[in-house]
């Protein structure tokens, strides 16, 4: 009985500090249509079809704009490209080395251990290409945004006519959920914006939710080996509590 | 000159012991140390946050070893350690997640303290001891969240080194010291790193004090009266160890479970948006372990009344030993007190909502109340109930309670019975 306490005890204790965790996070909500994807849950991983569709929807839209600063090109691997493939993406970009022996900066073709070679050379000149807006590096933004991939889903497929009344400034666009409603992007994924080579048909929402797997996983490509360690750790865990809690039962009954 | 009498027989160690009796102290203190037999799973979390400080001083290292305490790097360096560094993303997440967890420990093992009265006489320097422990975790736990200089680790070194702004007179140039400059920048980044991982050390030093002066006095129980005899205790090594590590165990599962599979869950996504001093965030939140602090903060309106309200709510814990008149420890046997207990206990929870929503109406209120309560609870009804009720009648010994009046069993000659039950 006072072990069943202290466990009722403690398990209330725990659910009242997530329950903190969740009321502070919840107040900041406009509510986004929930999509179902591969990588949710305990159990769920990447789709890598999926996501190498998204890195197309990426390379061939978003990357005009959007840099993936933290990202290697080496990461691609994780998602199902060969070597030879990732070698070719990479080196399809040119990046700045040197000095050389002579002193001078030089331009080279990017390798696999470079980072994803960024549109604009600094933040003030993607200011002025972009209407003064500064577009987000994409790198983290999963994870940097309430509702991660759901919401990049519903911010890219969530353009509409502003309601009467609504002025939208120059140079931005009315989108439903964004915070604030109106945003620096403008839509910029409609129906067949790209052609799947794998014959997935390219609805404006088909590639919003790619492009949101590709970001998803390039904001931890550790992620599948997170979730495929910790089911590992914690049936360990199960089985050896068990085994601890035998002993102490066997133990302890000496004393009774 | 004298060796001390070691009792090892091994060559080896009757060497080392002999002129270093670290062993023997070892034994007394882990092995031989008598524990009240009646302690329920409560008092593994003492045990258990030691546990998780050793996890995050082990994991705090490692991860030192590749972080950069520069403003321009810091959130490249974090980035640098998920990506790039072997099972980089595994000591990050468990430095994080554990600092919560350990926090969840420790709230249960200070409201076990306060159930069962064991901030009393003689109990206090244990008491104290500890308040300073938590103080020590509060500032580590800041410093640490401000290292990955995201937006929230930014704007909470902000508002919360502002908060010694609120002082008259010596308030601002204790702001510009604490930063070393005119607003937080890398010059705070640096020293706040070189603190998180000073601090941890001196908490270490502390719990082997808190641990010192615990075997001294020896463990409260639930029933909170003494040991009278050998039949109320049982040696520490093997009956308490198990049962600790059973508890370890266990909490380990609800760890792993956020560790894995729900890594950020307890952190802001904010702190994923590197650091930008032009741009502040909609919503400025602590983590939910500062939460019911924050709501005392922003109960008074008053930036001065109301930092000293945060800091003397957790001041009056050091006098708590002092405030508390009843002369009977554990609630148990007091049931007023222990309603009130209660009440301070969902006190302190809604406190913690409101310190997660924003001071707006039924918020600001509840804030008041609560704040009201808590300071109640320990300067008023404490003082007050010890000298108006009248406990029930305590058990005679710790055995008798258990076996109900039939205690002679010999706890020492326990592990040689054979085995009733498994």
Known sequence: ?256 | MALYPSKFKNPLINWIDSRLPIVTLMHHEYIEFQMPRNINYLWAFGAIGMLLLMLMIGTGIMLAMQYTPNTGLAFASVEHIMRDVNFGWLLRYMHANAGAFFFLAIYVHIFRGLYYGSYQKPREMIWILGVLLYLLMMATGFLGYVLPWGQMSFWAATVITNLFSAFPVVGDPIVTWLWGGFSVDNPTLNRFFALHYLLPFVLLGVVILHVAALHITGSNNPLGIDIKGPQDSVPFHPYVTIKDIFAFCVYLILFSVFLFFMPNYMGHPDNYIPANPLVTPAHIVPEWYFLPWYAILRAIPDKLGGTLAMFAAVLVLFVLPWLDTSKVKSMVFKPLTRFCFWLFVADCIILGFCGANNPEGIWVIASRLGTLYYFGYFLVLLPLLGKIEQPKPLPASISESILKGGGSVHAHGATAQPMEKA
């Open chain 1, 1 to 256: 009985m006072r072990t069943m306490k202290s466990i009722i005890f403690a398990a209330a204790a725990v659910a009242v500090s997530f329950g903190f965790a969740e009321v502070a996070k919840a107040n900041e909500g406009i509510e986004l249509p929930q999509q179902i994807w591969a990588q949710s849950g305990p159990f769920g991983r990447i789709d890598k079809t999926q996501a190498r569709r998204g890195f197309q929807v990426f390379k061939e839209i978003c990357a005009n704009c959007h840099s993936l600063g933290l990202v290697s090109y080496r990461n691609l691997r994780g998602i199902g490209f060969t070597e030879d493939q990732v070698k070719e993406i990479a080196a399809s970009a040119q990046v700045q080395d040197g000095p050389n022996d002579q002193g001078e900066m030089f331009m080279r073709p990017a390798i696999q251990s470079d980072r994803f070679v960024k549109p604009f050379e600094n933040d003030k000149k993607a200011r002025v290409a972009n209407n003064g807006s500064l577009p987000p590096d994409l790198s983290v933004i999963v994870k940097a945004r309430h509702g991660g991939e759901d919401y990049i889903a519903a911010l890219l497929t969530g353009y509409a006519d502003a309601p009467a009344g609504f002025s939208v400034p120059d140079g931005k666009y009315y989108n439903k959920y964004f915070p604030g409603n109106t945003v620096g992007m403008p839509q910029m994924l409609f129906d067949d914006s790209v052609t799947y080579a794998d014959g997935t048909k390219a609805t404006a929402l088909q590639e919003a939710k790619d492009v949101a797997v590709f970001l998803s996983y390039v904001a931890e490509p550790t992620q599948d080996e997170r979730k495929a360690l910790g089911v590992k750790v914690i049936l360990f865990l199960v089985v050896f509590s068990g085994l601890m809690y035998a002993c102490k039962r066997q133990l302890w009954a000496g004393l009774h």
